[in-house]
């Protein structure tokens, strides 16, 4: 079946916002290999700016932030959709999937983990986007399930 890419979370600047997530440390042999790699996906093939920010850790022993590459995302990613409404990223995320999944998983594990993870995060955006494909799921089962019946 075709494959029809769907959307994935993406950084937009905004010098007074704050993100939460995860920093992976990379060491010695690793460096090279890992910002080549991501240089690649990101930067060359995916239309993304490389940003250092200050990443403070959740653990109590660390008290200063430390540095952390980020990518974000540019008009000029081939990717890039633009602003769209909560209904239409739904709409969007249930017909699409590619090799690593389908973007339903996708964002239902990313709205887990956001609820796990960072508690304390009030990620409106993403809340509303789960919240509007929870709602088009039904219809959709319902639809593929009376077109099966005739």
């Known amino acids: 079946s ?5 959307r994935v979370v993406t950084l937009l600047e905004d010098c007074g916002a704050c993100t939460w997530g995860v920093a992976y440390e990379v060491r010695g042999e690793q460096i090279a290999a890992s910002l080549q790699y991501l240089n690649m996906r990101e930067a060359v093939l995916g239309g993304y700016d490389t940003k250092l920010v200050k990443f403070h850790p ?17 008009p000029q990613n081939p990717s890039y959709l633009g602003p769209a409404s909560e209904e239409d990223i739904a709409a969007q995320i249930i017909v699409s999937s590619g090799c690593a999944g389908h973007n339903i998983e996708y964002l239902l594990r990313l709205a887990d983990f956001m609820r796990y993870f960072c508690p304390q995060a009030e990620d409106k955006h993403l809340f509303s986007i789960e919240e509007a494909l929870i709602s088009i799921l039904p219809c959709l089962y319902y639809t593929e399930e009376s077109l099966e019946e005739t």
Do not use: F
């Not at 075709?2 to 769907?6: D, S, V």
């Not at 959740?58 to 540019?74: M, S």
């Open 58 to 74: 959740q653990e109590k022993d660390t008290e200063e932030p430390i540095l952390a590459l980020v990518y974000i995302a540019t």
């Open 2 to 6: 075709p494959r029809q890419p769907g």
